[in-house]
């Protein structure tokens, strides 16, 4: 048997723990063997781990219309970098992603490029207008993955809730960005002691948790009638960012609710004290919070009420966000630095377990979307991360492949560097120390 890529003396890792040192033999698309033979290429990657290619469920690639900031190139290449094989991208582009048209342009254009794997997202009602509703059904059919008016708040909770009843006609998850719109109003920034000093206008708590009360509701509105599809997850909560609604999708998961959430890098590793200095960089939707916020977050993404990392990877020009506080977009890049600083700063400095954090980053948005979860074993899809667990580097923005080169991590010595990224067993990405690539 001869594949196309030995791995040799690699450490294996998945969500299931650590399986030792294999020869990971590669080829058709798939591990062939895990106790080595012939290859066209061979990698000592001794030192290295090889795991499941991360999955990100809520990611920004601006495509169409909005390819100053960001396009399928440069952001499926910089989702490689960073360990990804397949990324879900918002809908809130120009026009935004509402037909099935729409969606089988982005798949197609993704599929030429043969970097990260593209499941669209399309929007929840035509236009992101929160009105009238897309075509579930055929959206579904031209390859959407889920349906979203991310960017936008839903504030209307009967369309919601038809959105939600013909979302689970179909199997599609539904989404939402959980921020009252009336009680978030002008907000750039946690509302707080630090907001009230700054004299800025503050984001509270409540915003979120008001809004996912009312959508967790109408979900037991909606359900009775839904039950025959039972679906393991219909309302998605984007960026959790509050302990408060940390607690209600506690509760919701508690009682059965077909309720998921994620949550951020940044949301996990900041907090709203960076806003002393004024940048915004660190202005994002929702806002950075607390640091209790923070810890109560950990606890949940360690515990599983919250199934997944999601980058909410948001790509802007620098002049975008070099304007000030009140009038800069919301959003961070971080798809390229999302696993090594998670890796960094909960798994080195926390004791976070290795294999849960991985799980978060792979099977648990996996399951969020109903996508085939990878295993490292013969025969399964070789769409696998290769990476450095010992050696650092600082962030550097300006290398990143995004257009976004700026971080609010710049300068931060990280650890778990993706070094290669397989796409079906062919690599899609690999960083030139190794010197085996496309």
Not at 196 to 203: A, H, K, S
Not at 281 to 295: F, G, H, M, S, W
């Amino acid at each position: 048997m001869k594949g196309e890529l030995l791995i040799k003396n690699v450490r294996l890792l998945d969500s299931r723990g650590e399986h030792g040192k294999a020869d990971v033999l590669i080829g058709e698309g798939k591990i062939l063997s895990l106790e080595g033979g012939d290859a066209a290429s061979v990698l000592d990657a001794g030192g290295l781990m090889l795991t499941p290619g991360l999955c990100d469920p809520h990611a920004h690639l601006r495509e169409p219309g909005q390819e100053v900031k960001e396009e399928l190139a440069t952001g499926l290449l910089a989702a490689l970098r960073g360990g990804y094989t397949d990324v879900v991208c918002m809908p809130n582009t120009t026009p935004p992603v509402d037909t099935p048209e729409a969606v089988m342009a982005l798949i197609e254009k993704a599929r030429g490029l043969g970097y990260a794997r593209l499941y669209p997202s399309a929007a929840l009602t035509q236009g992101q207008e929160g009105k009238l509703l897309t075509e579930a059904r055929l959206l579904k059919e031209a390859g959407a993955i889920m349906l979203t008016d991310d960017g936008r708040t839903n504030e209307d909770a009967g369309v919601l809730a038809l959105g939600l009843a013909y979302a689970a006609s179909w199997g599609l998850v539904v989404s939402v960005h959980a921020e009252d719109a009336g009680l978030r109003r002008g907000g750039v920034m946690n509302e707080g002691p630090l907001s009230y000093r700054l004299g800025l206008p503050g984001n509270p708590a409540a915003a979120e948790a008001a809004r996912i009360a009312r959508d967790l509701e109408i979900v037991r509105y909606v359900m009775p009638g839904a039950k025959a599809q039972k679906p393991s997850i219909l309302l998605h909560v984007q960026h959790l960012s509050t302990r408060r609604g940390l607690e209600l999708i506690r509760q919701a998961r508690a009682e059965g609710l077909p309720v998921g959430a994620e949550v951020t890098p940044h949301h996990l590793t900041l907090t709203d004290e960076a806003l002393e200095s004024l940048d915004p960089i660190y202005k994002v939707a929702p806002p950075l919070r607390t640091q209790a916020d923070i810890e109560a977050l950990i606890a949940g993404l360690l515990e599983g009420s919250i199934d997944c990392i999601g980058t909410d990877h948001a790509p802007h020009t620098q002049a975008e966000k070099e304007q000030d506080l009140l009038r800069a977009p919301f959003g961070i890049a971080n798809i390229e630095v999302a696993w090594p600083l998670l890796y960094t700063e909960l798994v080195l400095k926390r004791g976070f377990p290795l294999p849960t954090l991985l799980e978060r980053f792979t099977d648990g948005a996996r399951r969020v979307l109903g996508l085939p979860l990878i295993r490292l074993e013969t025969g399964a899809e070789a769409s696998l991360m290769l990476f450095d667990p010992a050696s650092e580097r600082a962030v550097n923005p300006a290398e990143f492949a995004s257009k976004a080169r700026f971080s609010p991590w710049a300068g931060w010595k990280l650890q778990g560097w993706p070094v290669m990224t397989l796409v079906e067993g062919r690599v899609a990405w690999t960083h030139e120390r190794l010197g085996v690539g496309a």
